[in-house]
């Protein structure tokens, strides 16, 4: 079982190297549609008591305490102060569309690692644009 750790706030460039190599890592095993990053190492206000939150979106077929038990396993050797969830494409529309307050807060203020964010559609037509893309561009 993964153990709770504490950010030290001192080595937070380590932290920082080790989000990438997890959202890497996440590429490589899920092949996610989208990394997000939020909470206080997206906003930039890292504490002590800052854990590491990621929102994962991506085909699960396990429920979803399952997925957070899966996310945390692919974190063993990382370390992370982790604190992920994982939500299917389609419960993440859904979520969205209903204007989740979570999923608002994630989207407000969080930073796509990888991928793209699922548009929100109707009758399977987008009706917002294809969402925030990484910052340069690539997955």
Do not use: W
């Not at 890497?24 to 092949?31: C, F, H, V």
């Not at 504490?47 to 699960?60: M, R, T, Y």
């Amino acid at each position: 079982m993964p153990k709770l750790c504490r950010v030290d706030i001192r080595r937070s460039e380590e932290i920082f190297e080790k989000i990438e190599r997890y959202k890497e890592l996440l590429a490589k095993k899920l092949k996610p549609k989208a990394v997000i990053l939020f909470g206080s190492f997206a906003r930039g206000d890292i504490n002590e008591g800052s854990d590491v939150d990621i929102l994962v979106i991506a085909d699960f077929k396990e429920g979803f305490l399952d997925r957070i038990k899966l996310l945390l396993d692919m974190n063993d050797e990382l370390k992370l102060p982790l604190e992920p969830v994982g939500y299917t494409p389609q419960e993440f529309r859904r979520m969205r569309k209903e204007g989740n307050r979570f999923i608002q807060e994630v989207l407000d203020s969080g930073k796509v690692l990888h991928g793209i964010i699922p548009p929100i559609t109707h009758h399977g037509l987008p009706i917002t644009d294809f969402g925030r893309r990484h910052k340069d561009g690539k997955d």
